[in-house]
């Protein structure tokens, strides 16, 4: 997949690129170190910039900060809304499982600084939690889905349970990171591989197999 | 229960009554607040003490973090250590878990500032994370005794996901609560709930019934 803020757009103004790199490059940052430990001189000497120049396209990092969470906001809205279609396997929830999660590890650093920002930004937290009870529902509903399809057996409040256990898995996975021992493997795949380890004892059987399959190749 | 804190002890000379205050209040204020937007000048206020005084028992608000820090860790891993004996029914297995709720709670601001606190005393990082696998060993080790008694029906591979889970839950928790809608119960019984609920399907008959019975009542 091409990363649209590496790759000038052929019609692209000059001044949009250069904005489109200060974003990609701060992000990579903030994911790497995090945004107390990166500042505005760091990104512009990383970029090749002055700091003259970065800040003619941001006058303060919190302005990176908070046009990084806008447009992670933008991007993992459409893959929260879920599939327009009714789901009949689980092969189609675990597609949006993975598209979810490859979003959130795009932009780990909000997740895994959501305490910080929510209170440096509150504005950015209202944000989230809508996002998130978008998340919790779209995950209901294709939970309660399946379940009319006959792939997952549980009663409504499991379902309820189970959605907001992934989605806590999910988000708080890279602050959960943290806390685990140094030999661990915490990257994106072992969340994935704890997410659908959620799902596998509602499943029917053919899917469970098919899920307990899957859910291994995260732990190569 | 005595909160050792408030209640000065008779043989105990005044500087370490007043050194449990300072821990006390700081306590309060970080947990209400977050370490950041607490200043010294705060503390001492709330104390309706002089910044002298409170500088003469800690020099820097850090000294008051890592003293809480370390209180913590020293009142956690005996609860975490679990019992001695082997487990013979899921109310050991809740009791265990109530009580590590009830610490986790009690210094909630540690764990829902995880990252700040590991980012700025990196020695804290590595004690936290040693706490996180004892408590996950733990936990895999009650639930293997809970098998072999018949009351729980889970692979190692089984019992080593739902530990982890257990404990990302319970760690994180009051991380993901601000990620949760203001409408939704972000308390300590919310995250009981969803920890015992993780136990739900692997539970025989009997037990699962006391289990559900049980979580119900941490959401009343």
Not at 65 to 91: C, F, M
Not at 130 to 143: P, W
Not at 172 to 201: H, I, K, M, N
């Amino acid at each position: 997949m091409p990363k649209p803020d590496n790759s000038p757009l052929p019609g692209k103004p000059a001044s949009l690129r250069t904005r489109d790199r200060i974003l990609a490059t701060s992000l990579a940052l903030f994911n790497a170190d995090g945004v107390a430990k990166v500042s505005a001189s760091r990104i512009a000497a990383e970029l090749g910039m002055s700091q003259g120049n970065l800040h003619y396209h941001f006058r303060r990092k919190e302005e990176i900060v908070d046009r990084l969470v806008r447009r992670y906001e933008q991007e993992a809205g459409p893959v929260l809304a879920g599939p327009t279609s009714e789901l009949a396997s689980v092969d189609d929830l675990w597609l949006f499982l993975h598209l979810g999660f490859e979003k959130i590890f795009e932009y780990r650093f909000i997740y895994r600084e959501i305490d910080y920002l929510t209170t440096e930004f509150p504005s950015l937290g209202a944000r989230m939690r809508e996002l998130t009870a978008q998340g919790i529902e779209t995950l209901k509903r294709l939970c309660t889905q399946l379940a009319a399809a006959g792939c997952l057996r549980a009663s409504e409040e499991e379902i309820a349970v189970l959605a907001l256990q992934m989605i806590l898995t999910a988000t708080c996975w890279f602050t959960f990171a943290r806390l685990l021992p140094e030999t661990e493997d915490t990257g994106p795949g072992r969340a994935a591989y704890q997410v659908l380890s959620l799902l596998v004892p509602f499943l029917a059987d053919n899917e469970r197999t098919y899920v307990e399959y899957l859910r291994r190749k995260y732990r190569a």
